[in-house]
C-alpha cells in the first residue's frame, strides 16, 4: 500500500486538519465528509457551500471527495465542518429542501433518453454549474422518459428514481439494474450511468485476503422484497409475491417498470425473476482493510481465503474512510449473488 497522507482543501487552501470521516453508502444517497479543523483558524468563519476537496495524497489528480459545506460548529478548541457531494443538493440537507422542478405541457422533459431527460432537469433546476452531465451515458436498454410523461412538481431525486427504475436490463439472468452515482474528472463531480455489474465477467479492480489487506469481516442483511409490481408498457401490470419469503422477512414492497414487457404474464415472471435475484443477493458483507480507498460503488473485487470455496468476486456497494494526519483505515461494503461467505465468517467466529 501507498503511503498516505491526507488532506482536505476549501476552496483550493488546505486546512490545518485534526481527523475527518468519509462516508459514501451509494444508491443515490449523498456522501459526505465531516473533518474537524483547530478554532485559531482564521478566514473559515463564513464557510456554508465552499467547495471541499478531500485526498489521500498530494500528488493525486483527483479526490476521494469533492462536495459543498452544509454545517459548521464550533465547540471548545475545534470547528467541526460538515459537507455533502453534489447529490447533497437532491437530498434534504440543514436547513434546505429538496431541489424541484414543476413540469408542464410547455417545459417538460418529453421525447428524451433518460440521460438526456435528467441532463435537462438539473439544467431546468440551475444546478448545472454544480453537477456536470457531460459524461452521463446513457442506461442500457435505453429507455423514454415520455411513458407515461412526468407533469407537476418533482424533486430531482424523484425524476431520477422514476427514470433509472424503467431501465432494467431483462437480456441477462438475474436481470440487471442500473445505477448512476458520482465520479470526479479532476475539476467537477460528473454523473454517470451504468449498467450494474456483473461479478462474473467484469474486471477486477482490486484483490483482498486474509493475509495481506483484511483485517475483518462482518455481515449486513438487506431486506428482501416480497411483494413485487412490474409495470409493462401501456399500462400493463404483473405482481407477484412469495408466502414462505413473506413469513420469513415480512412485508416488503417493489415496484419498477421495465416497457420490454407486453403481457401481464411477462410481468409476473419478470417480478418473480427480481424477487429471486434479491434473496441470493440479500447478504452484503464489509470489509475493514488496509488499503482500496480509490474503489467505488460498482467495481468488481475479488476476495480470497483459505477455503477455496469462499473466494470469489464481489460488487462494492460503498466504503467509509476514518482518517488523521497518522491513521488511515478503510470499511469497504460489498455483496455477490452466493452467499457463501457468511458460513466463511461464522466458521472464523467458531
Not at 194 to 215: G, L, Q, V, Y
Request: charged share 25%; hydrophobic share 35%; with cysteine.
Amino acid at each position: 500500500m501507498n503511503n498516505i497522507i491526507p488532506s482536505v482543501y476549501i476552496e483550493g487552501r488546505e486546512v490545518e486538519l485534526l481527523k475527518g470521516a468519509y462516508t459514501n453508502t451509494g444508491g443515490l444517497r449523498a456522501a459526505t465528509l465531516e473533518f474537524t479543523l483547530p478554532l485559531i483558524s482564521d478566514g473559515y468563519r463564513q464557510l456554508w457551500n465552499k467547495e471541499v476537496t478531500f485526498y489521500a495524497n498530494p500528488y493525486e489528480s483527483t479526490p476521494i471527495f469533492r462536495g459543498y459545506i452544509k454545517r459548521v460548529k464550533e465547540d471548545f478548541n475545534v470547528i467541526t465542518v460538515y459537507a455533502q457531494d453534489v447529490l447533497g443538493y437532491l437530498v434534504k440537507a440543514g436547513e434546505q429542501g429538496q431541489a424541484s422542478i414543476a413540469l408542464t405541457d410547455d417545459e417538460n422533459l418529453d421525447g428524451l433518453t433518460a440521460a438526456n431527460a435528467i441532463r435537462k432537469a438539473i439544467k431546468i433546476a440551475k444546478l448545472d454549474t454544480k453537477i456536470g452531465t457531460a459524461y452521463i451515458g446513457d442506461t442500457t436498454p435505453s429507455v423514454s422518459s415520455s411513458r407515461p410523461p412526468l407533469r407537476g412538481t418533482h424533486t430531482l431525486l424523484d425524476i431520477i428514481k422514476s427514470l433509472m427504475g424503467r431501465a432494467v436490463d431483462n437480456s441477462v439472468s438475474p436481470p440487471r439494474t442500473n445505477i448512476i452515482k458520482v465520479v470526479d474528472d479532476g475539476n467537477q463531480s460528473q454523473l454517470v450511468i451504468e449498467r450494474e455489474s456483473d461479478t462474473d465477467s467484469s474486471n477486477i479492480k482490486h484483490i483482498f485476503t486474509e493475509k495481506d489487506n483484511i483485517t475483518n469481516l462482518k455481515i449486513v442483511k438487506r431486506k428482501v422484497p416480497t411483494y413485487v409490481i412490474v409495470n409493462g408498457k401501456n399500462g400493463v401490470k404483473g405482481t407477484f409475491s412469495h408466502e414462505g419469503a413473506i413469513e420469513a422477512y415480512d412485508r416488503n414492497y417493489l415496484e419498477l417498470t421495465n416497457e420490454s414487457l407486453k403481457s401481464p404474464a411477462e410481468c409476473v415472471d419478470f417480478a418473480q425473476k427480481v424477487f429471486r435475484a434479491n434473496l441470493i443477493t440479500q447478504y452484503e458483507y464489509g470489509i475493514n482493510t488496509v488499503d482500496g480507498y480509490h474503489l467505488s460503488e460498482n467495481d468488481v473485487v475479488r476476495v480470497e481465503t483459505g477455503d477455496k470455496s469462499f473466494t470469489g468476486n464481489y460488487r462494492v456497494r460503498g466504503k467509509k474512510i476514518a482518517f488523521t494526519h497518522s491513521e488511515f483505515t478503510i470499511g469497504i461494503n460489498i455483496n455477490r449473488k452466493p452467499p457463501t461467505l457468511v458460513e466463511y465468517i461464522a466458521q472464523q467466529d467458531n
